[in-house]
């Protein structure tokens, strides 16, 4: 009996859908989302000989900055996983780039494509500092010092 082979961006894009419940409420899954929708109806267009090998690159990168996005949503720590998912959009902007200079994408889609990692990375950068900020306090605000069960209370601080 032979299986049917299951293509990875597809096979992952449906995986997604059926997370997406979980995901509902963030905003920047939903771009991500339509980005690697448009990264696998553009590169589907790339030469045989490109498509293999750039073009799996980009569906790649695409696909690791979704599940970085799910990884950090799910996680009660999210800085780490939200600064990896930072290069991850890096890099595939290097890749869109990098296609457009190959003239794999004409502009129009490097533009399309550009625009989504641009408001992405505004996004992402935003949820970053978020999350740095909940870590540090502000200046001025009160600084809880736990106490040892060994302190005598009743002397000031």
Request: net charge positive.
């Amino acid at each position: 009996m032979r299986f049917p082979l299951i293509t990875s961006l597809p096979f992952i894009i449906r995986k997604a859908a059926l997370i997406m419940s979980n995901t509902e409420g963030i905003a920047i899954f939903k771009k991500i989302y339509d980005l690697d929708l448009l990264v696998y109806q553009y590169v589907r267009f790339f030469p045989k000989s490109d498509k293999f090998v750039l073009g799996e690159r980009i569906e790649h990168a695409s696909i690791d900055l979704l599940e970085g996005i799910i990884t950090a949503n799910q996680q009660r720590e999210k800085q780490a996983s939200l600064v990896e998912a930072s290069v991850k959009l890096d890099i595939l902007r290097i890749f869109i780039r990098l296609s457009k200079d190959l003239r794999l994408l004409d502009l129009k889609k490097y533009e399309t494509l550009s625009g989504h990692i641009v408001e992405i990375g505004r996004m992402l950068g935003g949820w970053i500092k978020y999350e740095k900020e909940k870590k540090t306090p502000k200046e001025g605000s009160p600084v809880t010092i736990p106490l040892s069960l060994h302190e005598d209370l009743s002397q000031p601080l």
